[in-house]
Nanobody, 127 residues
């Protein structure tokens, strides 16, 4: 089993920044894809950024956040981070840390493929 504990959400004005954290514990050798999804009210859960640990640490981002968000990992502490800059109201959502084991990269952005989830942390961008 893998446990994920995400934190760091809050309320910011447009153009502001937040940094989310996800503490990963348990049998981390069981996962090779880990990162962040988000879900806004009335919308489906969507991928934000994913780290593929087996592929040399390749990171993929949703087009909507490229250039503004950065996913990183502290391997010594087993913590994932999501640095979010240039936040816009459309970024308002519940953000979830997620992890899973996939045999190919084709489904990297499909929430249904992810087995382990954090409890979520709310991000609100509003003036």
């Amino acid at each position: 089993q893998v446990q994920l504990r995400d934190s760091g959400g809050g309320s910011v004005m447009p153009g502001g920044s937040l940094k989310l954290s996800c503490a990963v514990s348990g049998a981390t050798n069981l996962v090779n894809f880990m990162g962040w999804f988000r879900q806004a009210p009335g919308k489906e859960r969507e991928v934000v950024a994913i780290l593929m640990t087996h592929a040399g640490g390749v990171i993929d981002y949703a087009d909507s956040v490229k250039g503004r968000f950065t996913l990183s990992r502290d391997t010594s502490e087993n913590v994932l981070y999501l640095q979010m800059n240039g936040l816009i109201p459309e970024d308002t959502a519940m953000y979830y840390c997620a992890a899973t084991l996939l045999l190919s990269t084709g489904d990297w952005d499909k929430s249904a493929q992810y087995k382990y989830w954090g409890q979520g942390t709310q991000v609100t961008v509003s003036s």
